[in-house]
């Protein structure tokens, strides 16, 4: 039972990058990484609102995204 509650803390954090690759391949990088950003800041609201806590694993992802974007473009 612990490595199904581990996957689904780890899920969360994983989603911005598979919105990523999903866009990415149908509308091109530029899109794909805007959707990603603005996929895992909608998360972070999410999931501070319903917790009261900011996720360290989700904001490290959308904070990587927001820097590996803004390198790609």
């Not at 780890?10 to 919105?19: E, S």
């Not at 805007?34 to 009261?52: P, S």
């Not at 992802?61 to 390198?71: E, H, S």
């Amino acid at each position: 039972m612990q490595k199904l509650e581990f996957i689904k803390k780890l899920l969360p954090g994983f989603l911005p990058l598979i919105v990523f690759m999903v866009v990415d391949s149908i509308l091109g990088t530029l899109v794909g990484i805007l959707f990603a950003i603005g996929f895992g800041l909608i998360e972070l609201i999410v999931i501070y609102l319903k917790e009261r806590v900011i996720d360290k694993f989700v904001f490290g992802d959308t904070a990587l995204l927001v820097f590996m974007g803004l390198i790609s473009i």
